[in-house]
T-cell receptor
Framework: SQQGEEDPQALSIQEGENATMNCSYK?????LQWYRQNSGRGLVHLIL?????REKHSGRLRVTLDTSKKSSSLLITASRAADTASYFC???????????FGQGTRLTINP | DGGITQSPKYLFRKEGQNVTLSCEQN?????MYWYRQDPGQGLRLIYY???????QKGDIAEGYSVSREKKESFPLTVTSAQKNPTAFYLC???????????FGNGTRLTVT
């Protein structure tokens, strides 16, 4: 059962540009989380936004949440080569006991 | 350092053999999870445990088994009944259900 769907599936930009990834989901949520995965490694938690929050910042990361549209976006500003990774959203749906992950966006930052 | 250790990093097995993947955490987390990841795909939940001696099936539990005899350990056995076991397996833990997950660095299992 796939709750989150991410868009685009792949994104390639120049270093210094901003990168935006989107996540849509189907049911009501308690929170939505974003994770990063470097190739061949485990996922690393980036940021959690609760259903009553609209925007959250952490360093160069900005996450927005629109519960009326059931969507979230992750913006990475001033991208660096080290940001090259896959990014996943995960939803904590109301009444569920587990997070459900999207398919991910593969981000490539070109030097 | 606190964290999750998965071993081994790479594992090769012949078809028809059972294999057990190790996952140990020293974060004092109650909840532990096993996910499967196929190339270019998201994560699919195999099993999860919210407390010692208790676990629940996830979305793709068929052909897998787990145990949770100790808080720190949540081993996953891939049985011969799993029809397509070659994949990247990730273990995770969290302090409470659905709080941010801490992941191990995965075990890549190849079955030939």
């Amino acid at each position: 059962s796939q709750q989150g769907e991410e868009d685009p599936q792949a994104l390639s930009i120049q270093e210094g540009e901003n990168a935006t990834m989107n996540c849509s989901y189907k049911t009501s949520i308690n929170n939505l989380q974003w994770y990063r995965q470097n190739s061949g490694r485990g996922l690393v938690h980036l940021i959690l936004i609760r259903s009553n929050e609209r925007e959250k910042h952490s360093g160069r990361l900005r996450v927005t949440l629109d519960t009326s549209k059931k969507s979230s976006s992750l913006l990475i500003t001033a991208s660096r080569a080290a940001d090259t990774a896959s990014y996943f959203c995960a939803t904590d749906a109301v009444g569920a006991q587990k997070l459900v992950f999207g398919q991910g966006t593969r981000l490539t930052i070109n030097p | 350092d606190g964290g999750i250790t998965q071993s081994p990093k790479y594992l090769f097995r012949k078809e028809g053999q059972n294999v057990t993947l190790s996952c140990e955490q020293n974060l004092n987390h109650d909840a532990m999870y096993w996910y499967r990841q196929d190339p270019g795909q998201g994560l699919r939940l195999i099993y999860y445990s919210q407390i010692v001696n208790d676990f629940q099936k996830g979305d793709i539990a068929e052909g897998y088994s787990v145990s949770r005899e100790k808080k720190e350990s949540f081993p996953l056995t891939v049985t011969s009944a799993q029809k397509n076991p070659t994949a990247f397996y990730l273990c995770a833990s969290s302090g409470t259900a659905n709080s941010p997950l801490h992941f191990g660095n995965g075990t890549r299992l190849t079955v030939t």
